[in-house]
């Protein structure tokens, strides 16, 4: 059983940074596509990054492009979401997720019912 606990959350002002972690247990997940999603009161769930097996393919929301970056390390089996610039539309829980239905490669899903593991989240506040 795959287990995904996020860390990194918190309170931080507009155009300030956070890093978020995801380690993940149970299993291997370096063959596979790893993601960041956030959802905020009252929306839903939306993709803010995915990361390919191999780290190099990318992919981000265009509401998060330039500011964000996802990034993994396989040896410690846990991904990463670098945040700067952060504006309070940022605010929302993260969540971290992983595909392992099929190998890492692109194109790097952006719905969240194409992955099938899931953290428990990880509170983010912007203030203004």
């Known amino acids: 059983q795959v287990q995904l606990v996020e860390s990194g959350g918190g309170l931080a002002q507009a155009g300030g940074s956070l890093r978020l972690s995801c380690a993940a247990s149970g299993r291997t997940l370096s063959s596979y596509t790893m993601a960041w999603f956030r959802q905020a009161p009252g929306k839903e769930r939306e993709f803010v990054a995915g990361v390919g097996w191999s780290g190099i393919s990318t992919a981000y929301a265009d509401s998060v492009k330039g500011r964000f970056t996802i990034s993994r390390d396989n040896a410690k089996n846990a991904v990463y979401l670098q945040m700067t610039s952060l504006k309070p539309e940022d605010t929302a829980v993260y969540y971290c997720?992983?595909?392992?239905?099929?190998?890492?490669?692109?194109?790097?899903?952006?719905?969240?019912?194409?992955?099938?593991?899931w953290g428990q989240g990880t509170q983010v506040t912007v203030s203004s």
């Open positions: 997720a992983a595909d392992t239905a099929r190998f890492g490669v692109p194109p790097i899903a952006i719905i969240h019912e194409k992955y099938n593991y």
